[in-house]
């Protein structure tokens, strides 16, 4: 679950790191009201699920009220496009306007999970802002690495390594080593997949300032956070990924245009591989789980449908918990209450595998079935092709 700007830095406020004074604004009105509070200049911020906010025209410097003014009207309301938010973009519905500061240097840093080692990866470099990408891939000996060995804890020459990296004096070096270890206290203790801090500022003020604070938490640990749980905001969620919620199905959407029911994390990622070596591109990855039933297919199958690039399904279920007779049953009574009018591929192996496949073929629906994984890829990709 991804915190706004705001939330975040909230969140990273209590632990006693050093953010700049903010206030949340939803009209031009309000805005206009924090910047004269807080004084010029002011940064006017989108706050929406996404980086790359100022190459996108969400963030501006204002330096006086009619800037403030100009900025706030161009911002709010608009509907911010980056990297991140692909071509439908993201419509912006809050501001954040902070109080400006002078800036000497700005840093990168991050904390997250490193999935290859089990460790938390902490990740440093001396050129943060905007171009942290090109950094990495241009220069990457300028990004520092160093993993923590998650029952150790952060160690303090873990923190001295980092610092030598970043060549801090030993002015900043001092301030710099309590920041960390409050920023690493954030992480572990709510469970965040990430937390990035780009940039780190050093001001004039000669002190470290979070100028921006990315954090995603762990939807599965919320029961353990019902403070962070309130603060979900699905506003800039794709709204099929919003529905499949509500009925416990794993849906992500992508770009492609074949649909994909699949049980099981593993078998979806290695279907939509198939599916692209077969030359064509799945429209989603859709996990149905090995307890679904007929409802679940159903809705599953409306979620599908709704989506306008779907132009054939390719169903593939092992049954094991699900058996494939019960599963073939599902999918005629979802086929015809959804009243399915475009291809579907279904691929099914396991436990009663012949009692479903003579159900989908005594079935009156338009049911194209496959005797294997690879089969069913390139079924559906010559279908696709013809449509």
Known sequence: ???????????????????????????????????????????????????????????????????????LA?????????????????????VLVEQGVEIRHEFYLSILPDRASGAMMLIGSTRGGMNIEEVAAENPELITRIRIDPLAGLQPFQVRRLAFALALSDVQERSFFDLLVNLYRAATENDLLLVEINPLAFTAADRFLLLDAK????????????????????????????????????????????????????????????????????????????????????????????????RAILINIFGGILRCDVLARGVVEAARATEVNIPVVVRMEGTNVEQGRQILAESDLDLVTAVDLGDAARKIAAIAGEL
């Open 1 to 71: 679950m991804k915190l706004h700007e705001y939330q975040a830095k909230e969140l990273l406020a209590r632990y006693g790191l050093p953010v700049p004074e903010g206030q949340v604004a939803d009209s031009v009105e309000a805005g206009l009201a924090a910047a004269d509070r807080l004084g010029y200049p002011v940064a006017i911020k989108a706050q929406v699920h996404a980086g790359g906010r100022g190459r996108g025209g969400g963030v501006r410097l204002a330096r006086n009220r009619a800037e403030a003014e100009e900025a």
């Open 74 to 94: 161009a911002i709010l309301g608009m509907t911010l496009r980056t990297r991140q938010t692909g071509e439908q973009g993201c419509r912006v519905r809050r």
């Open 215 to 310: 954090v995603e938490v762990d939807s599965s640990s919320l029961f353990r956070h019902r403070d962070l749980a309130g603060l979900r905001d699905d506003a800039d969620q794709d709204p099929l990924e919003l529905e499949a919620r509500k009925y416990n199905l794993n849906y992500i959407r992508l770009d492609g245009n074949i649909g994909n029911m699949v049980n099981g994390a593993g078998l979806a990622m290695a279907t939509m591989d198939m599916i692209k070596r077969a030359g064509a591109a799945p429209a989603n990855f859709l996990d149905v789980g090995g307890g679904a039933n007929a409802v679940m297919i159903e809705h599953g199958f409306r979620i599908l449908l709704a989506d306008p690039r779907v």
